[in-house]
């Protein structure tokens, strides 16, 4: 391409003449080569088309099997307003009143239902600024904890509203796998029976850390790999009755089983991919949803696949990129949020 002439100031020549010369080379250079270009706003920036994400049925039917769970879907649960959608549904928790929190990537990320399906409250990026929601879980004192999973933040909040305590570095900005004030990309909490919180992180970092209740760094274990005690994406972790942690370790496809302390005790293969977990201490089992293959599981504390629920599909009792499941301790319904139908199941027992 030819070379565009230099407005520099010649030392005894008149200021017109030079300005006006140089405009005239201007538009007497040839126009560079023009190159066919994309009209559509967002192609510069558009990410490599992704393969079929569907999972395979022959895939599907080489996991463990086991009878169908006695559920059936509600479909006219919830019930939104006019103009109310979630965006993808992230995280889902039920609070000792059997409400509902729902946690979604929307206009409304926070929203709380009873048990009826009405919706109670709904909190805008105004009330709670999280980059990406992920998980949610209610505190043993009733406080929520919501996990910003682009944002490495994790932020208790009264069920009013009110930012109580941030967990991270500051939004935006990762901690390393030894970091202990910071994440990087963190997914979800679980609770010590002492109060203290296990959070799992995540999705770059492989470890879980337990902090005091009033969020000072305690200690944690894990790292990367595939060994016993390592993890590839650390999604989700729930504490049964005896204190054991279950660590939903997602890539790997398995669940891994730690005391307290974050000591090995085993692990559970076969079963699918653990995206997120629910302890029931009625039936001293562990539901497990999986979005890999799209559907829920009932396990054992044995690791025993007692049965399970679902598939792939749009229609309400389906499943895609199934995220996160709780369970109601009062009457045994299960909630599910899913990624790609932007939705909350609930799942009513039946007789």
Known sequence: MKSIPSLSWRRGAPRAAVVLGSLLSLLAAPLPAQTAQDPRPEAASALPGRATERPD????????????????????WPQLPPGYNFGECSGVDVDRAGNVWVFNRGHWPMMEFNRAGRLLQAWTHDTLAVMSSHGVRVGPDGNLWCVDVAGNCVFKVSPQGRILLILGIRQGLAGGNESQDGFDQPTNVAFRANGNLYI??????????????????????????????EFNLVHDAVVDGAGRVYVADRANERVQVFDPDGKFLAKWTGLGAPWGLAYSARENAIYMCDGKYDRICKLGLDGRLLGTLSA???APGKLDYVHDIALDPADGSLYTVEIKNWRVQKWVRTP
Do not use: C, I, M
């Not at 049925?57 to 006219?76: N, W, Y």
């Not at 470890?207 to 016993?228: A, C, F, I, N, T």
């Open 57 to 76: 049925p022959a895939a599907v039917a080489r996991l463990a099997s086991a009878p169908a769970l006695p559920f059936r879907v509600d479909p006219g």
């Open 200 to 229: 799992t992180d995540g999705y770059v970092n492989s470890r879980v850390v337990e902090y005091s209740p009033d969020g000072y760094y305690l200690g944690q274990w894990g790292r990367h790999g595939k060994g016993d005690g």
């Open 312 to 314: 792939f599909g749009k």
